[in-house]
C-alpha cells in the first residue's frame, strides 16, 4: 500500500523553463512532505520541506505547493537548469517513519 | 565531517550467505533508518529506529532483522540472502526537530 505516490515516471523541460513535479498522498496524518533530489550513484538529498499546516514554502528557485483538500502537492523549480537533472522524490512523515514516492526522473534540456 | 557512512559499497552474495550492512552517522541523530531502492519503485522503508534501544519494522522488513547498536550506528542484517534481496540500500539518519534525512551512499548488493 503506497501512501506517497509520484505517478509521472519522468518529465523532460527545457532550460529556463518551469519544471513541475507532483505527489499525491492518502495518509491525512502526515506531518510534513519533503521533496529529495538523487543523482546516479549517489544517496538522496533533501531539498525542501513544507509543514502539513502550510500551503506554500519557497527555497530560491524551489517551491513547494501543498494542498490538503486534494491530498497533493508540487514542486515548482523555476527556472530550469541542465545540473536539475536527477531524479526527485517525494516523501512524507508521520511519527517517525518517513515513507518516499517512486520517484520522477526529471531531464533539463539545455 | 562524514554525514553518514555506510559499508561496504558493493557486494556479491550467494543465495543462503549471511551478510550484515554497516551504517554510521556522525551528526548525534536520534532516528536512523534502512531503505531499499528498486527500479520503478522509489525508497521502500526496512526497518527504522527512532531511538537508542528502539526498532521498528517498516514496510518491507521480511529477510531483514536491524539493530540499533548505540545513538551512532545502524546495522542491517541478512540471514539466509535470496536473488529478491538484489537491491541498493541506503541508510539514513534524521534529526526530526529538522524534519530532513541524511542518506548514505547506498550499498549496491547482488544475490546470485
Known amino acids: 500500500d503506497q501512501q506517497v505516490k509520484q505517478n509521472s515516471p519522468s518529465l523532460s523541460v527545457q532550460e529556463g523553463r518551469i519544471s513541475i513535479l507532483n505527489c499525491d498522498y492518502t495518509?491525512?496524518?502526515?506531518?510534513?512532505f519533503l521533496w529529495y533530489k538523487k543523482y546516479p550513484a549517489e544517496g538522496p538529498t533533501f531539498l525542501i520541506s513544507?509543514?502539513?499546516?502550510?500551503d506554500k514554502n519557497e527555497d530560491g528557485r524551489f517551491t513547494v505547493f501543498l494542498n490538503k483538500s486534494a491530498k497533493h502537492l508540487s514542486l515548482h523549480i523555476v527556472p530550469s537548469q541542465p545540473g536539475d537533472s536527477a531524479v526527485y522524490f517525494c516523501?512524507?512523515?508521520?511519527?517517525?517513519?518517513?515513507?518516499f514516492g517512486a520517484g520522477t526522473i526529471l531531464r533539463v534540456k539545455s | 565531517n562524514a554525514g553518514v557512512t555506510q559499508t561496504p559499497k558493493f557486494q556479491v552474495l550467494k543465495t543462503g550467505q549471511s551478510m550484515t550492512l554497516q551504517c554510521a552517522q556522525d551528526m548525534n541523530h536520534n532516528s536512523m533508518y534502512w531503505y531499499r531502492q528498486d527500479p520503478g519503485m522509489g525508497l521502500r522503508l526496512i526497518y527504522y529506529s527512532a531511538s537508542e534501544g528502539t526498532t521498528d519494522k517498516g514496510e518491507v522488513p521480511n529477510g531483514y532483522n536491524v539493530s540499533r547498536l548505540n545513538k551512532r550506528e545502524f546495522s542491517l542484517r541478512l540471514e539466509s540472502a535470496a536473488p529478491s534481496q538484489t537491491s541498493v540500500y541506503f541508510c539514513?539518519?534524521?534529526?526530526?526537530?529538522?524534519?530532513?534525512?541524511?542518506f548514505g551512499q547506498g550499498t549496491r548488493l547482488t544475490v546470485v
Open positions: 495518509n491525512s496524518m502526515f506531518d510534513y
Open positions: 539514513a539518519s534524521s534529526d526530526l526537530t529538522m524534519f530532513a534525512a541524511f
Open positions: 516523501a512524507a512523515t508521520y511519527g517517525n517513519k518517513l515513507v
Open positions: 513544507i509543514s502539513s499546516i502550510k
